[in-house]
């Protein structure tokens, strides 16, 4: 995840309601709450690269974008993956 600003700043804007970029949202950590955005990749990991990507909002859950990522990924015999790709 990135975060889109430093955390002093998005409490104080989170009080008055005046964000500046709208494709970032609030999502729930391990840690508490963070405002950011969310990178998404397929990788060809024997060559290195990059053969899908995605950014979205904190508060899309992976498993929504999985199923993208997996199709990008048809022509390989294996694809390795975090286990929310299980549901």
């Known amino acids: 995840m990135t975060k889109t600003c ?3 700043t998005t409490q104080r804007r ?3 309601g005046k964000y500046k970029d709208p494709q970032s ?7 508490g709450w ?3 955005r969310k990178e998404h990749m397929s990788l060809d990991a024997q060559n ?3 053969q899908d990507w995605m950014v979205t909002t ?7 974008v999985a199923k993208a990522q997996i199709d990008s990924g048809q022509g390989y015999k294996y694809f390795l993956a975090d286990s929310v790709c299980d549901s």
């Open 58 to 64: 904190a508060a899309v859950h992976d498993s929504t």
């Open 34 to 36: 963070e405002y950011g």
């Open 6 to 8: 430093k955390g002093h």
């Open 48 to 50: 290195l690269l990059i």
């Open 25 to 31: 949202s609030w999502t729930k950590i391990t840690k």
């Open 14 to 16: 989170r009080r008055t």
